[in-house]
């Protein structure tokens, strides 16, 4: 195999940022770890991330920028959330932060939540990618699932070499541990994963303690069972799975060339492209919550590559609740 590792010359960064405007994968170094990165804007290409980690779940993702106040276009920032952007950041410190109304991002970036997180690094490589490629950067770390996280360029090409189009090596990572994740929602300070700043440091600039999620501990998912600690997006109609046609009343959200008849329809992809239905889930299940509609009948969708955290989504959805 070709190695993919550059050096991460003005040149490269320039490349870097050219083939994630043509929604390619590339990988960066930041302070922590190497992230897997993406245009945030771009559906398809946060698609290519879940696959290319090959997470079972939507675990929704980090998104890089390069200021706090490109941050501030995406997210709404309460004191809070200024205080501890203009302590920390560029540093490794992650706020969720609720999206703003007319958020650009993916919402598969945000796994379907109406939150995001939000990351401004540190390390000049990080920001002169965010700054030429002008976008915000989707980046996870740069490891399959449930593998450790890669602090060199050689790590990330061991795991991830065939499914980026470069590597830029930055050499080792200085901190070597993701970026802590703090929530601000319902403004309620939570520590979400422990991380390169820690409890103490952000407590002293709050000036009052925080939660601690009770799922804190896991460096590699952040979170045990999203489901239980993320409250999802559930559409408001029932949900109702592996679905062979549309009932009376109900929208149809259809995967495949064969369809059968539905007054509302919404194809996830007619080619049965799963990378495509992964970054078109989101969007069509709240297209079709509508007050006209009694019910979502959802067709069946292959358990395979994507389609197992498509699945897995769909199933949190149809849950009784
Ligand atoms: O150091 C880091 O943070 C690295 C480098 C590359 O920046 N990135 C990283 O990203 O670790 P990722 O996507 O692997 O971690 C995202 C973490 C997960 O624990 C996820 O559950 C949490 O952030 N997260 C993301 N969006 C969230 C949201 N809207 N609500 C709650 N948690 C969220
Ligand atoms: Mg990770």
Redesign the pocket.
Known sequence: MISKIVPADLKHIAEAAKAIQRGELVSFP?E????LGGDATDDRAVAAIYAAKGRPTF????V?VGSLPAAAELGEFSSDGVKLARKFWPG?L?L?VPRRKQCPLSLLV?AG?D???L?V?AHPIAQALLAIGNRPLA???ANPSGRISPTTAQHVEEGLGDKVAMILDGGPCQIGV??T?V?LLDGKPAL??P?GITVREIEAELGRAIEIAPSVGDAE???HG?GRL?SHYAPERPVRLNAEDAREGEALLAFGPNVPPARIMLNLSAAGNLNEAAANLFAMLRALDRRDVTGIAVMPIPAEGLGIAINDRLMRAAAPR
């Open positions: 930041t922590t770890v190497y992230g675990n929704p993702l980090i890089h490794p992650t969720v945000s939540l939150s995001v997180a990351r690094p980046g996870p770390s993701e970026s994740v929530s979400l994963r991380g998912t952040g979170l999203p993320l």
